[in-house]
């Protein structure tokens, strides 16, 4: 690994390099705030696949130019004279240091003696976020309207959480998951689609808040299933290429057959 210093003359050099490109580069000169948003989307998820396929290559690649574009939106805001890369950092800092009192206030002590749990640090940042000078006004400001609607689900629960409101016991979520799942199927035997699509709502909810109570991450459980779905259904579709039968001229048992030694061969 590289000593602080090195790691010091590499930021300075992306700084550099950054210099450059917006300076003599006609792509990089002409970007702005908006033109880089769908970029920086973009590259925020292709980190987030590359974390959960746990590739440690690719996350390192993906971690760069996600740092790109924080240098990059850091080099615009010092042109307009709003604010640069030290200001971020700074911000960061201060808010980090403000956040943790258990580490940088009097409650260090505490934390040394092993006197302060996971718990009671989550429950105090989300406090620090709705009190701290210009931070936000209420609990669940702080959640991106642009979140996805599962990851979004888990913050507001999460956020909520932080602050009290949340069940005594975690077991105590399964008598509300079945209530919602007992509502949609009434909704649906009604076939009525606005009710059962607000019924299936809630039950999604409910669902996550599970997941969140017995400290699964739900966006993570189900990106797996797509993967294992995806590669269990290439693998039927191959073999129907292999032994020249169309998909759509299999029966059903035919294709689970096939599915099931898909399952099977993951196993092994």
Partial sequence: MH???????AFGRLLDVMDDLRSKCPWDRKQTNESLRPNTIEETYELADALIKDDKAEI??????????????????????DFDIADVCNKLCDKLIYRHPHVYGPEAARIEKGEITVDQVLKNWEQLKVNEKGGNKRVLSGVPEALPSLIKAYR????????????????????KVHEEVDELRAELERDDKEKSTQELGDFLFAIINAARLYKLNPDNALEMTNRKFIRRFTYLEEHSIRIGKPLTEMTLDEMEAIWNEAKRQEQE
């Fill in 60 to 81: 390192c690649k993906e971690l760069g130019d996600v740092l790109l574009h924080i240098v990059f939106y850091a080099k615009i805001g010092s042109e307009t004279g």
């Fill in 3 to 9: 000593t602080r210093e090195e790691k010091l003359e």
């Fill in 156 to 175: 507001i629960q999460d956020k909520t959480r932080g602050v009290g409101f949340d069940w005594d016991k975690r077991e105590d979520v399964w008598s």
